[in-house]
C-alpha cells in the first residue's frame, strides 16, 4: 500500500482537510473522486488521498485496514481531518468518521455490511451517501432512517453508470453539484 499524498493549500492549520479514500477499482483519478478533489482544493481545501491495493486483503482485514490508512493520513496533517470522501471499498471509514464526529461524502457506501449501515444509521447532516438504484450494495437504503443526506441515482450501478455515456455524464454532474452543495453546507 502507497502513502497518502498531499495537494491543496499548506498554508498555517485554518485551511479544512478532506481525505479521499478509493475503492478497490476505483482510484482517486477516477472521476468521482477527481473532481470532488478538484472541487474542494478550489474552495480552499487541503486534500490528502489514500491509495492501496485491497485484493489481498479478507472481509475481516478491511475495515481494520481503511480506519488505519485514514489515521495515516490524519497525521500525515497534524491530526486534523474535517471531511472524508469516500468511494465503495473506502466507505468502510464511516464507522470511523461517525465515532469521530467526522463528515462524510459516501459514495456507493457498502451497506451490505452490517457496520457500514448501522454507521449510516446513526450519522448527522454532515454526512452524504449517494448510490446507485440498481447497485445491490445500496439497497439496504430504501426506506432507511438517518440525518445523513441519501442521494440515489435512478438506474444507477455501483460505478454510478447508466444505459449510456451521456446519461452517466448528466447523473455524474447532479451526484458532483450534490456534493458540492453538501461541501458548501459544512460551513
Known amino acids: 500500500m502507497s502513502s497518502p499524498t498531499s495537494s491543496g493549500p499548506s498554508t498555517g492549520t485554518s485551511c479544512p482537510v478532506a481525505v479521499l479514500l478509493p475503492g478497490t477499482g476505483y482510484g482517486v483519478k477516477a472521476p468521482l473522486l477527481y473532481w470532488p478533489a478538484l472541487m474542494l482544493r478550489q474552495l480552499g481545501w487541503r486534500v490528502e488521498t489514500v491509495e492501496w491495493?485491497?485484493?489481498d486483503l479478507t472481509?475481516?482485514?478491511s475495515r481494520p485496514v481503511v480506519?488505519?490508512?485514514?489515521q495515516d493520513a490524519a497525521e500525515a496533517v497534524g491530526g486534523r481531518v474535517d471531511l472524508v470522501l469516500a468511494k465503495s471499498f473506502g466507505?468502510?471509514?464511516?464507522p470511523w468518521a461517525v465515532e469521530h464526529g467526522v463528515a462524510g461524502v459516501w459514495l456507493t457506501p457498502v451497506l451490505t455490511e452490517p457496520v457500514v449501515l448501522d454507521s449510516l444509521?446513526?450519522?448527522s447532516s454532515s454526512h452524504l451517501a449517494v448510490g446507485g438504484g440498481a447497485d445491490s450494495m445500496w439497497q439496504p437504503a430504501?426506506?432507511?432512517?438517518t440525518h445523513a443526506g441519501?442521494?440515489?441515482?435512478d438506474g444507477a450501478d455501483h460505478g454510478l453508470l447508466v444505459d449510456d455515456w451521456a446519461t452517466s455524464f448528466d447523473a455524474h454532474r447532479a451526484v458532483l453539484t450534490a456534493i458540492e452543495t453538501h461541501i458548501?453546507?459544512?460551513g
Open 53 to 55: 491495493d485491497a485484493r
Open 91 to 94: 466507505t468502510l471509514a464511516l
Open 67 to 70: 480506519e488505519e490508512r485514514l
Open 184 to 186: 458548501k453546507g459544512l
Open 142 to 145: 430504501r426506506g432507511l432512517e
Open 59 to 61: 472481509a475481516d482485514d
Open 121 to 123: 444509521t446513526r450519522a
Open 150 to 153: 441519501l442521494v440515489t441515482v
